[in-house]
């Protein structure tokens, strides 16, 4: 039997949880909670991948509530749904999304899909190789050879980390896992961008202006640890062809 993956909603409006029900009820088990308790008995009795607070409470509730889950499931991806007025100023849990009030359910799903995917190492490498191979294998070449190649950003000696048109990472290497205190990639895949690097639109305008240039000379950027602490790199960017660009590539050192 597949085992669904769990979404809880929150203090989540009402209609859009019954649209979440009936859109996502055949792919996902959708729980609800409408108190911190029964917020907590869920994390404890099962895995929830990925959890979604209306913000009807007051912040300062909220931004508790959030790091008790954190704390007790600390890679459940969490999507908050509220206004501008949001400000939370504890740094110790990860945002992954955020939907405006009142809600496009469209968007909302796309976001769902996208954190709760499954995004696999092996299987993006062996993509990877088999677009080389599409791309460059002539007659002459052993096709083992390109799956080294596709590995051997395993052996990086600084973090890459690599994310798709979306700007959701799909890979991060060994060394990368490392710096961000995490033994597999696994766990950091599926995510925005900006919720493992702090890269707003100014200083991605900033490292967009570099590879333009093609000026590799490494520029500090912000990566955010799963465990909610900041830590300084160096890093260097790489963007995508399309209009407009999007950040494809972070390689990173401390």
């Given at each position: 039997m597949i085992q669904l993956k769990t979404i809880l909603c929150v203090d989540v409006d009402s209609a859009i949880?019954?649209?979440?029900?009936?859109?996502?009820?055949?792919?996902?088990?959708?729980?609800?909670?409408?108190?911190?308790?029964?917020?907590?008995?869920?994390?404890?009795?099962?895995?929830?991948?990925?959890?979604?607070?209306?913000?009807?409470?007051?912040?300062?509730?909220?931004?508790?509530?959030?790091?008790?889950?954190?704390?007790?499931?600390?890679f459940c991806k969490v999507i908050l749904i509220g206004d501008s007025s949001i400000q939370l100023k504890d740094k110790a849990?990860?945002?992954?999304?955020?939907?405006?009030?009142?809600?496009?359910?469209?968007?909302?799903?796309?976001?769902?899909?996208?954190?709760?995917?499954?995004?696999?190492?092996?299987?993006?490498?062996?993509?990877?190789?088999?677009?080389?191979?599409?791309?460059?294998?002539?007659?002459?070449?052993?096709?083992?050879?390109?799956?080294?190649?596709?590995?051997?950003?395993?052996?990086?000696?600084?973090?890459?980390?690599l994310a798709d048109e979306e700007g959701v990472v799909e890979y991060v290497n060994k060394k990368g896992c490392e710096l961000f205190g995490v033994q597999t990639g696994e766990k950091l895949l599926g995510v925005p961008l900006s919720s493992l690097f702090r890269i707003d639109k100014d200083r991605e305008l900033h490292f967009l202006k570099k590879y333009v240039k093609r000026e590799w000379t490494p520029q500090p950027l912000v990566m955010i640890r799963p465990d909610g602490s900041d830590m300084a790199t160096q890093a260097n960017v790489t963007f995508s062809e399309s209009n407009p660009p999007r950040v494809v590539t972070i390689f990173f050192a401390p």
């Open positions: 949880v019954e649209s979440l029900v009936e859109t996502l009820g055949q792919s996902y088990q959708v729980k609800t909670a409408d108190t911190a308790d029964t917020v907590l008995s869920i994390m404890a009795a099962q895995t929830v991948d990925l959890a979604i607070f209306g913000c009807l409470i007051g912040t300062g509730e909220l931004e508790t509530l959030l790091k008790s889950c954190h704390n007790a499931q600390p849990f990860t945002v992954h999304g955020f939907c405006q009030k009142p809600v496009d359910t469209q968007a909302l799903l796309s976001t769902i899909h996208s954190l709760v995917n499954d995004r696999n190492t092996a299987v993006f490498l062996d993509r990877m190789t088999d677009q080389s191979v599409k791309y460059s294998l002539t007659k002459d070449e052993d096709p083992d050879s390109h799956k080294q190649y596709a590995r051997f950003l395993e052996t990086f000696k600084v973090g890459v980390c």
